[in-house]
């Protein structure tokens, strides 16, 4: 069983920060991808985020480039979303997502429970 488990979501004003974390543990023989998503509401769609590699590639969505960051520790698991400069359209539920390979050889997609961020004065 693998779990993903995220931390440092809350509530901030207008141009503040957070940083979010996610830390992959279980039955896990690599991770490969590690995505951040969000979405708004329940009636939207996910949001793909942010995308980071094995090989420390990352990739970014055009309304998060030049202020959010995202990051990894392939010895831990761990994969960190640094948000600057944050707006209220950022506010939204994140989600974390790991292509995870299995020690029985196969590869799984798997997602963190969510946590909310809300950028509000």
């Known amino acids: 069983q693998v779990q993903l488990v995220e931390s440092g979501g809350g509530l901030v004003q207008p141009g503040g920060s957070l940083r979010l974390s996610c830390a992959a543990s279980?039955?896990?023989?690599?991770?490969?991808?590690m995505f951040w998503y969000r979405q708004a509401s329940l009636g939207k769609q996910r949001e793909l985020v942010a995308?980071?590699?094995?090989?420390?590639?990352?990739n970014y969505a055009d309304s998060v480039k030049g202020r959010f960051t995202i990051s990894r520790d392939n010895a831990k698991n761990t994969v960190d979303l640094q948000m600057n400069s944050l707006k209220p359209e950022d506010t939204a539920v994140y989600y974390c997502n790991a292509i995870v390979g299995l020690p029985s050889g196969s590869t799984r997609g798997y997602w963190g429970q969510g946590t909310q961020v809300t950028v509000s004065s």
């Open positions: 995308t980071i590699t094995r090989g420390l590639s990352t």
């Open positions: 279980g039955s896990i023989s690599r991770v490969n991808s």
